[in-house]
């Protein structure tokens, strides 16, 4: 179980950035996978219309904390 939120906390940080960098940029790779919550979720929640990079960055930042919630824990070797 850990393993899946240790995941999910990996997919959160890297749509994050990269929402952010193609919202700066465009985004070369990926662009489905990786921008799901940049091209399908921020345009359906309009209170986040005009703050899509802080969303973006929220975004990174609450899978960093799932990262670090799912290492809390761990046995340490």
Same mark, same amino acid.
């Given at each position: ?6 995941? =999910?906390?990996?997919v959160l ?13 465009v985004q ?11 091209r399908f ?6 209170? =986040? ?9 929220? =975004? ?18």
């Amino acid at each position: 179980m850990r393993n899946a939120f240790q995941l =999910l906390g990996v997919v959160l940080v890297l749509q994050g950035i990269s929402g952010a960098i193609d919202h700066l940029a465009v985004q070369p790779f990926f662009g489905v996978l990786l921008n799901f919550f940049n091209r399908f979720v921020l345009p359906r929640i309009d209170a =986040l219309s005009g703050y899509e990079l802080f969303a973006n960055l929220g =975004l990174a930042a609450l899978g960093l904390l799932v990262l670090t919630a799912a290492s809390w824990g761990e046995p340490s070797s």
